[in-house]
């Protein structure tokens, strides 16, 4: 018999997800720096006690929220087309997926990636694109003659890394002036300039 994957207790999940949606709103009213456990406990209806059988502290319970937030941007953004043909079609399809994850969630997204005081999710973000931006550049360069690239890659990386970040923040900010779909069109556009 083979071992199944161990699954979260659902009290477990609702607790966090509580955690959550407390700490998001108290990120709205006030800095980081002045939320703590008492509080963000006290929101989210629970015990004291109880946030702690979750996390060490507010950075843990970040740290974590940042690696669920990856996980999930992860999951939206996954490509089942081959590297070489995304690169040769010049189409970014997970950028409309990203965009519409980002859109039906953007009361958090809105303020985790603009809080200037906590940069755990931007910096993460920014990680997860980069990486993905980078196995993109490296299927270019693999379609095409490296002979005929002339910007560094890791200077492409940075450059689309952020690019994208700060269009999504800015547009977060604004509060999504345009619909995910229309960004990512425009968003592609400006690449292939």
Known sequence: MANSPQRT???VLRTRQFLKEALVELMEEMSIEKITVNRLAQRAQINR???YLHYRDIPD???KMADDMAEEVLEVVRDDTDPMEAAQEEKWP????????IAENAKFYKIVLTSRKSTIFTDRLFKLMA?????????????HDASEVTVQRDIA??????????????????????TPQYLARQITSLRAN
């Open 49 to 51: 006690v109880t946030f």
């Open 131 to 143: 990486d993905i931006i980078s196995a993109r550049v490296e299927s270019r360069v693999t379609a």
């Open 61 to 63: 319970m970040l740290e």
């Open 157 to 178: 990386v940075w450059y689309g890394s952020a690019a994208l970040i700060g269009t999504i923040i800015a547009w977060l900010r604004e509060d999504m002036p345009y």
């Open 94 to 101: 997970m950028l409309e997926r990203l965009l519409v994850h």
């Open 9 to 11: 207790d659902p009290r």
